[in-house]
């Protein structure tokens, strides 16, 4: 528990790097965004494909744990014309490609996707594939609300090349759902499970979340034990991201003093990354776990892990388009987001405009630095043998990570760096050296979630 205290500092969760705080917005604008997707199209996306996120912002109710970009709503009105708006902002991308792009993975996030009807849903894929291919091994995914994904949801998606779902289960303490809002019944998961089987789906996955309010070490044994009997696929087990200061987050159904402490807080991680493993999942990257037949957990073994805004997948592709308000897109040499207000989002692309708002167009620096991040959240490990992989900054690195070196967490040598079983759940702080752009500019408020 030493180690909790000492390494319990803010840090970014390195879905990117740069991490969006540190994007430089005086080198960026929408035209160099452009070329960068033209770029890396024409280089790797007509051969290996690109992927799509789409983002689906509509819940009927607020999630107090929740730091998504979200639009409360009972009005199903908004479905059509907000597919409509995702449509429009696809053929802004199709008009950058030489040719009809082939897709390889779609991600349906939310928000609460499942907000929207099965018939909307099906328009709004239909839509995509008037001027595109399906990659021969599509990977087809969605995040799923237990309490109203639906069995026409669940086949229409099938239908359409849909092969994963992922539902929020959180927690099952009927307390600990009240004080987050999301009060979801075992049963309703277990349904929602079951029908995903019997319909077809290869994989079902289930995000469980610790660190929540009024959460004790034994809701998280008794969490994960009812979760192994379902036996998902797939489990993510996450560090509730205590975020309360960015502006339109629902973070605000407790107090700060309802969550657990961090010591605690460990114990909940350690036991149930034990209860995991001895049930027979193989552990992924960070927070996430796969049973052994999972293509995820194959990944790891075959060094195609791969991580971004989707999270950990499988494969990969340079160019990955976001779609939707607030969405972040990868052309793998740029970052672009859109319009966080949805109003703003639908009146760009009503005008014909990609509705971005701010960007990254990475540095050669910055390549080589994210490269490394990307293999320490994946592989546990990194090196500099090759020139590619080599920057200025390595002996401070080197000095940082001595620390970590001296407590377990790493293995050093004048070439690289290998982080233990010891080290795995401190990666984020492991990550930390290598992030040239935060070391050089501390922020002077917090911007991140602690790393325990």
Known sequence: MDLVRKYNVAGPRYTSYPTVPYWDDTTFDVESWK???????????????????IHLPFCESMCTFCGCNKRITKNHKVETPYIESVLKEFDLYLDLMEQKPRIKQIHLGGGTPTFFSPQNLKQLIDGIFKNAYRDDNVEFSFEGHPNNTTYEHLKVLHDLGFSRVCYGVQDYNLKVQKAINRVQPFENV???????????????????????????????????????????DRIAFYSYAHVPWIKGNGQRGFKDEDLPHPTIKRAQYETGKL?????????????????????????????????????????????????????????WSGFAQNYKNIEDYKQAVDLGILPVFRGHILTEEDMIIRRHILKLMCQFSTNWTSNSDYFDEVPDVLIALKELEADGLVVLDKNGVIITEKGKPFVRNICLPFDLRLKRKKPNTQLFSMTV
């Open 275 to 331: 209860l995991l493993t001895q049930a027979g999942y193989v552990e992924v990257g960070m927070d996430h776990y796969a049973l052994p037949d999972d293509t995820l957990a194959a990944a790891i073994h075959n060094g195609k892990l791969h991580r971004n805004f989707m999270g950990y997948n499988s494969s990969k592709t340079d160019l990955m388009i976001g779609l939707g308000v607030s969405s972040i897109s990868d052309s």
């Open 190 to 232: 277990q349904q929602a499970t079951q029908m995903a089987r019997d319909i077809g789906y290869s994989s079902v996955g289930h995000d469980i979340i610790y660190g929540l309010p009024f959460q004790t070490l034994e809701d998280v044994i008794s969490t994960i034990e009812k979760t192994i009997k379902l036996k998902p």
């Open 35 to 53: 070329e960068s997707v033209k770029v890396s199209f024409r280089e790797s996306g007509i051969n290996t494909g690109i992927s799509l996120y």
